[in-house]
C-alpha cells in the first residue's frame, strides 16, 4: 500500500500523517487561544470564560513553534501557521480593546442622557 506523500523543504517526501499531526497540534493551540479569549465556550464548564494571559500564551507558544520549525515546513504548513497566527493576533486585540473601552450605557445599567 503507498501512503500518500506532501513535498517538505528541499523536495523531500513527507508522510501524510506528520503533516495531518502537524496541523492538528496548530488547531489545538488555535482552539485553546479562541476559548481562552472568550470566543468559544469551554466544552468543560458549558461557559464562556476569559483568561487573556493564558491566551497570550497559546499565541506566544504557535510564534515560539513557527521561529523554531523555519525553514523546516511545507508551503502548506507554513501557510496555515501563519493564518492562523493572523486570526489569533487580530482576536486578540480585538478583546484587548474591549476591556479599554468604556463601557455601554445599558452595561452600567444607567438610562443614556
Excluded at 506528520?18 to 496541523?23: A, G, P
Excluded at 497570550?56 to 513553534?65: G, Q, R, T, Y
Excluded at 513557527?66 to 487580530?90: M, S, Y
Excluded at 468604556?102 to 452600567?108: D, G, Q, S, V
Amino acid at each position: 500500500m503507498d501512503e500518500a506523500k506532501d513535498k517538505g523543504p528541499g523536495g523531500a517526501e513527507e508522510p501524510l500523517h506528520e503533516r495531518d499531526l502537524f496541523l492538528g497540534l496548530i488547531q489545538s493551540f488555535q482552539a485553546a487561544a479562541m476559548q481562552q479569549m472568550g470566543k468559544v465556550m469551554n466544552p468543560f464548564t458549558e461557559k464562556i470564560e476569559r483568561d487573556m494571559a493564558h491566551a497570550k500564551m497559546s499565541i506566544e507558544m504557535l510564534e515560539m513553534l513557527r521561529a523554531r520549525t523555519q525553514g523546516n515546513l511545507t508551503g502548506q504548513e507554513a501557510r496555515f501557521l501563519n493564518h492562523v497566527l493572523t486570526e489569533l493576533r487580530l482576536n486578540y486585540v480585538a478583546e484587548t480593546e474591549k476591556d479599554k473601552a468604556p463601557p455601554k450605557p445599558a452595561e452600567t445599567g444607567e438610562a443614556p442622557a
